[in-house]
């Protein structure tokens, strides 16, 4: 069974087919990855921004930074190197804000799950194919 929802491309709010469970519609839950140079203020760093490529694709041309579904009982830090390896072949050197576990005074812990990590690799980022830019770069 499908709903529509609306999501916005382009600037332009268009319905798509979601799954439905239990009469909601079902999201799936993603992962995007900030991918920052090394050696460079945080403030300063160049950051890897991608330009979607795939033919027929309603969004093709939009730029985004890497990422992709999170599989289930994957960890995020591992689906965040994952997504990175599959979109642009960097291998991620360090995995930052993934996982934050906090115990508040009556002893319940907060699990903390961010949906966009930061990344950091050594050196230029490499031309994989036509999709990389380096903001910054």
Partial sequence: MTGRDR???DGVWVEVDVPVSG?????LPVVRVIVRREGFPVARAPVLVQRRDQAGEPVRGRLEIPGGRWRSGEPPD????REVAEETGI???????VLVDRTHGDG????V??????????????AVHTVLTAVGD
């Fill in 7 to 9: 999501v916005l491309v």
């Fill in 23 to 27: 009469g909601e519609n079902v999201v």
């Fill in 78 to 81: 591992a689906c965040a190197i």
């Fill in 91 to 97: 291998e991620v050197s360090m995995v930052e804000g």
């Fill in 108 to 111: 319940a812990t907060a699990i």
């Fill in 113 to 126: 799950r961010p949906l966009v990590v930061v990344a950091g690799i050594e050196g230029r980022f490499p």
